[in-house]
């Protein structure tokens, strides 16, 4: 039987979860009004990996899913990118409006011809997008992502924000889907936030 003390210390813990998730759940939300209110209006020119320019306005006209990463990442952007073909696929005719970008964080690296057969290599719905340092560092910062290198020389990483981006088709962003989300998780959120209040027109109907 527990006593009284352990019972105790129980109950703090799980008041200290619940607290945590709260302040998550509010960090969260703060972000995504700081992100919207940056993002809108904030220029950049970029290439896609089709050599199409990209600008602030693609965002516009369809709902996104949008990560920040790069192509020498050890495990966090190849497992995200990999999630995002998975979702995209569950999802089929349903999110067939859906846009699916990986900006990287490391132009210096990733160039067109390098980021090109990495998204290629996970899915064809997945379009890379790369260019210069100062054009990419407009992109993430009007997003509010944090990106830096760690290291020195040609061998480095980069730390950088792992959340992905939900960005309605009015270009503003909706919510995140923080690294390691469950997969029914995710699409579930996918479908609330982009998809159900921006419904799709599907064939025959």
């Known amino acids: 039987m527990s006593s009284p003390a352990s ?12 607290l945590l998730g709260v302040l998550l759940t509010a960090v969260g939300f703060v972000y995504v009004g700081q992100a ?3 993002a809108v209006k904030r220029p950049f020119a970029l290439v896609d990996t089709a050599g199409r320019t990209v600008t602030e306005h693609v965002f516009e006209g369809r709902p996104s899913l949008v990560y920040f990463g790069y192509t020498n990442c050890p495990e966090v952007c190849p497992t995200t990118l990999i999630e995002m073909a998975d979702w995209l696929n569950e999802l089929g ?3 067939r409006d859906l846009q699916a970008l990986f900006f990287t964080i490391d132009p210096e690296r990733d160039t067109p011809d390098v980021v090109g057969p990495y998204v290629a290599s996970i899915s064809d719905r997945i379009v890379g997008v790369t260019g210069s340092e100062a054009e990419m560092h407009k992109a993430s910062q009007a997003w ?9 020389g040609n061998d480095y990483h980069m730390k950088h924000t792992t959340s992905l981006l ?6 503003r962003l909706k919510g995140l889907i923080p690294y390691a989300t469950p997969r029914e998780e995710a699409i579930d959120k996918i479908r609330q936030v982009l998809l159900r209040q921006e419904p799709v027109q599907l064939a025959g109907t």
């Open 36 to 38: 919207e209110h940056s």
């Open 93 to 95: 005719p349903e999110g």
């Open 166 to 171: 939900l960005v309605g088709r009015d270009g």
């Open 144 to 152: 509010l992502v944090v990106a830096r290198k760690n290291g020195d």
């Open 7 to 18: 019972a105790n210390r129980m109950l703090a813990i799980g008041g200290l979860v619940t």
